[in-house]
């Protein structure tokens, strides 16, 4: 109910900001696009200031109508090119003319980022820094299927597999474990842990169009778990009309010799978008759909990877509001059945051992922008997204280990930027509230012949209120941001009342970027952060095996946990006789303090039972620290490399009870990517990529109790494409491999009675894939 009031008083706050603020609509401005006096199709144009803007044609021919009178700045932005400002003094009525010549430019820098100060600029100029993985390189040059497959392209990011049966997956950034990142979708903090358990694997990468990365403390901005840093999903925007449709035929584990045989995985995607002729509305659709098979990497009957079949749905549009208001609005639903285990025929009680469920999602967003004064602006913004899952964690055909579980989080939220010259403001106030209830169904009991009544595992409540502001000043090549975000938390436990916890935290953040030139910019920068004691995305997963079941929950008395990080990089972009070519370097120092970590008992719950539960609980300081290192080089427009490294440590102050171990598990000390896209023809494209990971400890937490050392993998792709023009689309047809070398673990645990953690290294084996990809954009 609470959340429901809050919902119908932010959509009454979002329709009394959408009053239109009048100006005086006069001229039209039209102009072509061009570089070395080819044209260049589908750039960005729009009037800085307003929401007016609209996207060149084929021929690069634009045209901005009712724009108002005055001194106007036009921007224009194409991918692949510098972008460029011009002013126009607009009269009162008639046409202007005006024409942009781009640089033809590859360099990292001058993409716009939104993430590192909640304002788009310039990557170079943002106060922290933003990598940014692109829709190209997600799908033309890796055939990332899924968000997971992706975010291995981004240094000091690691995606790894969690669970042999279910596939529950998480996001490593930094070293620092799944919970101490944020997730965002469009700037929302709506992801919550329940998606977080196999959200990164269900959201297709069809429906993105860039995702930016914030390695290092966020919660002055973002506000719980971003310790490791922020991950921002921003969905594709409608900009001109459009569609592409494409099927992919893929098989899962091919050449693994006498063991297993190669599982099908079948995909296919759909876009579309249209945009008025004035360009004041607009809307883009998407739809993907997933058939995978179980694939068993060691012939004993149980799945390594799941079956899953996923079936997602959304779109994405806007209408302005006067020249200087737009109202943008996205909804997705995502269907997945996913199933691990064996015996995939019958019922999951009728199995030896099942891991997985039906998942039905709904997330949407509402947000609107006014711009007031020259550059001021104010956004107001609601988002939601329900989760309800029905799962099966058990194995022995046990009756009781069906489960359901609702989730509701919403997020409710302004903030306005004023700008004074060299300085500006950005100020705002956030409430993010979640009810989460988890159930073990109730059954029949055969032995004692009596019904087993529903009972709760979780009924959570949990709100967040944030109030933040950052200055940001600029005093000649300086560039100083002071960053602060209060928040005030309560985490209610209706099944456990005595858990209930509260408690608010002041979070600053501090950022100085120094540009020695337009290429070269050092920043140094310190933040804070925390994770309030709640419900996590691994709480919300059972391993679980025919012998053993463990779940998570809470130590009494849990507290917050808190951190420190501080950053210092240079960051150096250039483009020279042709050539465009980087390098970054950026060190990391990141102090835990009551960090969680989590005991598991050597005794089942009941003596003689099967369930074991896993406290979490306070375990002092950890520190983790390291460098990132990455470059890149595009000698011309046809061949582009990138690649980058992470080095570092991870150390708890003191050992863990099971193994005396101070290092963390399942981080290796070093990882790194690398990929190479080189169009020889127009046509023709050869794209090489390559995923490593070092050497880890990873404990088998079965019977003999054991903590192994991982070997290195390395994780090498290849794709080839070629696109064949036709009139007014183009068909492109592609294949290639993934895991070439089937770098793939080799020492899985057999049988009902297996460690299903005891899983690590590359996502999955060789994988070839053919595919097909049809549109007007191509």
């Known amino acids: 109910m609470i959340l429901k009031k809050q919902l119908r008083n932010a959509l009454a706050v979002l ?73 126009v003094d607009v009269g009162a009525s008639g046409t202007i003319e005006v024409d942009f010549n781009l640089a033809s430019s590859a360099v990292r820098g001058s993409e716009m980022v939104v993430t590192g100060s909640r304002d788009e600029v310039p990557r170079k100029e943002s106060p922290v820094i933003v990598s940014t993985v692109t829709a190209e390189e997600l799908t033309d040059i890796t055939q990332s299927t899924v968000v997971s497959e992706g975010l291995n392209l981004a240094t000091g990011l690691r995606v790894e597999n969690d669970c042999q049966n279910c596939g529950f997956n998480q996001l490593r950034m930094n070293g620092l474990e799944g919970p101490y990142s944020q997730i965002l979708i469009n700037g929302r903090a709506v992801f919550s842990a329940v998606a977080g358990v196999y959200g990164l694997e269900m959201i297709p990468t069809n429906m993105i169009e860039r995702i930016e990365v914030v390695r290092g403390g966020g919660s002055a901005l973002y506000g719980s778990n971003a310790i490791g840093g922020t991950v921002n999903l921003i969905l594709k925007d409608p900009v001109q009309n459009s569609y592409d449709f494409s099927a992919t035929s893929s098989w899962v584990g091919v050449g693994e010799g006498e063991f297993g045989d190669a599982a099908n995985d079948y995909t296919a995607t759909v876009n579309a978008s249209v945009v008025s002729d004035d360009n004041r509305m607009g809307m883009t659709v998407f739809g993907f759909y997933r058939d995978r098979e179980p694939f068993d990497a060691n012939d004993d009957g149980f799945s390594e990877l799941a079956k899953i079949k996923n079936t997602t749905l959304g779109l994405r549009a806007f209408k302005r509001i006067g020249d200087r208001g737009k109202l943008t609005a996205d909804l997705f639903t995502i269907n997945e059945e996913r199933r691990g285990g064996n015996r995939f025929d019958e019922l999951p009680h009728e199995s030896d051992v099942t891991e997985g469920g039906e998942h039905q999602i709904v997330s949407g967003a509402l947000t609107y922008d006014q711009y007031f004064r020259d550059f001021d602006k ?15 964690y058990g194995g022995g055909q046990a009756l009781d280990a069906y489960g359901r579980t609702d989730d509701l989080s919403l997020q409710l939220g302004a903030q306005y930027k004023a700008v004074f010259g060299s300085s500006q403001v950005i100020a705002g106030v956030e409430n993010n509230s979640e009810t989460l209830v988890d159930e073990k169904l109730g059954y029949y009991d055969i032995d004692d012949a009596v019904h087993v009544p529903t009972a709760k595992l979780a009924d959570q409540e949990s709100t967040i209120t944030g109030v933040f502001g950052e ?30 916890v509260d408690g608010d935290i002041l979070l600053p953040r501090v950022t100085l970027l120094y540009s020695f030139s337009n290429d070269l910019q050092a920043r140094l920068s310190y933040a804070e952060g925390y994770r309030a004691p709640q419900i996590f995305d691994e709480d919300l997963h059972v391993n679980s095996s025919a012998s053993m079941q463990i779940r998570h929950e809470n130590a009494s008395g849990l507290k917050e946990e808190t951190s420190s990080t501080y950053t210092a990089s240079l960051d150096y972009n250039t483009r020279k006789h042709g050539v465009s070519y980087g390098f970054l370097a950026e060190g990391f120092y990141t102090e835990l303090r009551d960090a969680f970590r989590v005991d598991i008992p050597e005794e089942p719950d009941v003596p003689g039972g099967y ?51 101070e290092r963390f598990f399942r981080s290796p000390d070093t990882y790194g990517f690398v990929t190479m896209d080189w169009k020889p023809t127009s046509r023709l494209g050869i794209s090489l990529t390559g995923s490593y990971t070092g050497e880890m400890l990873v404990p088998h937490e079965m019977e003999p109790m054991a903590l192994n050392k991982s070997d290195a993998f390395f994780d090498a792709g290849l794709k080839l494409r070629y696109t064949v023009p036709m009139d007014d689309s183009g068909v492109q047809l592609y294949g290639g491999v993934k895991n070439i070398f089937n770098s793939y673990q080799d020492d899985f645990d057999t049988g009902e009675d297996r460690d299903p953690g005891y899983v690590y290294g590359p996502l999955s084996p060789r994988t070839f894939y053919v595919g097909m990809k049809f549109g007007n954009l191509l």
């Open 611 to 661: 369930v074991y539960t896993a406290t979490r609980y306070n375990a002092g300081d950890a520190t983790v620290q390291g460098v990132n290192l990455e470059a890149h080089v595009a000698p011309s427009d046809r061949f582009a490399f990138r690649g980058g490294v992470t080095i570092q440590t991870s150390e708890y102050d003191e050992p863990d009870s099971d193994f005396g171990e």
């Open 15 to 87: 329709a009394l900001c959408s009053v239109p603020v009048q100006g005086t609509l006069a001229d039209t401005v039209t102009g072509k696009v061009t570089s070395k006096g080819a044209a260049v199709p589908y750039a960005n144009v729009m009037v800085k200031g307003t929401t007016i803007g609209a996207a060149a044609d084929e021929n690069g021919m634009f045209t901005l109508s009712g724009v108002p009178a005055g001194s106007k700045i036009i921007e224009v932005r194409a991918m692949g090119y510098g972008s460029l400002k011009k002013t």
């Open 378 to 392: 104010l956004s107001v913004y609601v988002a939601a997204q329900d989760v309800l899952r029905d799962m099966y």
């Open 471 to 500: 200055y940001q000043y600029i005093w000649n090549n300086l560039k100083a941001t002071l960053g602060l975000r209060w928040d005030t938390y309560e985490v209610t436990n209706n099944v456990y009342p005595d858990a209930d």
